[in-house]
């Protein structure tokens, strides 16, 4: 019996890429003029500050690119560090370029705007010369729910290579953006229209603590019992941080600061440890040694998260991703943990 294989569009020879595909001279550095060293400048950073100019707000370009303020802020200094000129004009009430600022802004979108057409045409004639899907994920739905899905899909279309990036919140996000990944799995805490989103599954928040701390008593605390816990929390949670510090505001309460770790591995060592409480999903909180643990509800608080499929909204899935995500919607995917 044949092996199965996705659906394509065309099975020509003219979906692979040839040098003449690029319509380039022999000799493509013959007439570009020489360009000069430029010790230190990085992309990033010139993609932050182009962020930044266009928002005129250092939290809003935070954001967009899915890192912390201080980050943002840090890559603005080390760029003006490195020009040697003030680039921005910062002030209690707003941001806005400076000339110099201006002229950057304007040189770096034109130059960036042609690399990023640039690569982007090159990723989309590679993928048009072979079958693959780069599926990224947060790491514990990288490690427990997607492989045993890619190892089915794999045994149904052996002519696919399906890779798996594993990343964190905030680098899935990125890989989406910047193309390096087809399509992602993860939660998606609020609407985004850089982003198609297809719901798979639902998992809610609870608090887990250990069995000493005195909360461990309670089977369930409501958000005014939270205003003198401070909370350990994997900064990919920060949205539901933020959805319990909402509902301490509205009852005239704080939050106290949380603990950010960077993975689930480290907070799970702080809370074997002792070190406070956290928040997880459900169908983490019951599992291994987690589970040895108290599982706490938050009363009067939504905490459900909705995981799925995250495609980039100005991308044309080609039929082998379509045919990838389709596997998905229809695949038994519930079984396992979520982050």
């Known amino acids: 019996m044949a092996a199965s294989r996705p659906p394509s ?16 001279p022999s000799d493509p550095a013959a007439d570009l003029p020489q360009i000069p060293a430029t010790p230190g400048l990085d992309l990033v950073d010139l993609q932050t500050f182009i962020a930044v100019a266009r928002s005129l707000s250092f939290s809003a370009a935070a954001a967009q690119l899915h890192v912390t303020q201080p980050t943002v802020t840090g890559r603005i200094h080390r760029l003006e560090a490195l020009l040697g000129v003030q680039l921005l004009r910062r002030t209690t009430r707003k941001v806005e370029p400076t000339p110099a600022g201006g002229l950057l802004l304007r040189e770096a979108v034109k130059t960036l705007v042609g690399l990023t057409t640039l690569v982007d045409r090159f990723r989309k004639e590679a993928r048009r010369a072979r079958q693959r899907v780069i599926v990224a994920a947060t790491p514990t739905i990288a490690a427990l729910r997607l492989p045993p899905l890619i190892q089915a899909y794999s045994e149904r279309y052996p ?3 399906v890779e798996l990036l594993d990343l964190k ?9 910047t193309g390096e990944a087809d399509v992602a799995v993860l939660a998606l805490d609020a609407a985004d229209r850089r982003y198609r ?11 887990v603590a250990p069995k000493k701390h005195p909360l461990a008593r309670n089977t369930s605390v409501g958000p005014e019992d939270l205003a003198s816990v401070p909370l350990i929390v994997v900064d990919q949670y920060h949205p539901v941080r933020e959805k319990i510090a909402a509902a301490l505001r509205e009852r005239g309460l704080t939050m106290p600061p949380s603990k950010v770790v960077g993975n689930l591995n480290t907070l799970l060592g702080m809370l074997d440890a002792g ?50 995500i389709r596997f998905l919607r229809q695949a038994d995917i519930h079984a396992g943990s979520s982050d």
């Open 159 to 161: 002519d696919v290579e």
């Open 9 to 24: 569009s065309s099975d020509s020879a003219s979906d692979s890429v040839s040098d003449s595909a690029w319509d380039s």
């Open 275 to 324: 070190m406070g409480v956290t928040l997880l999903p459900r169908s983490v909180s019951c599992r291994g040694n987690v589970g040895k643990h108290a599982r706490i509800e938050i009363r009067d608080i939504d905490m459900t998260r909705n995981f799925g499929i995250i495609t980039a909204r100005d991308s044309k899935p080609n039929s082998t991703l379509q045919s990838f």
């Open 197 to 207: 989103f297809t719901a798979l599954w639902k998992d809610d928040m609870v608090l």
């Open 169 to 177: 919140y905030s680098g899935v996000l990125a890989a989406i953006d």
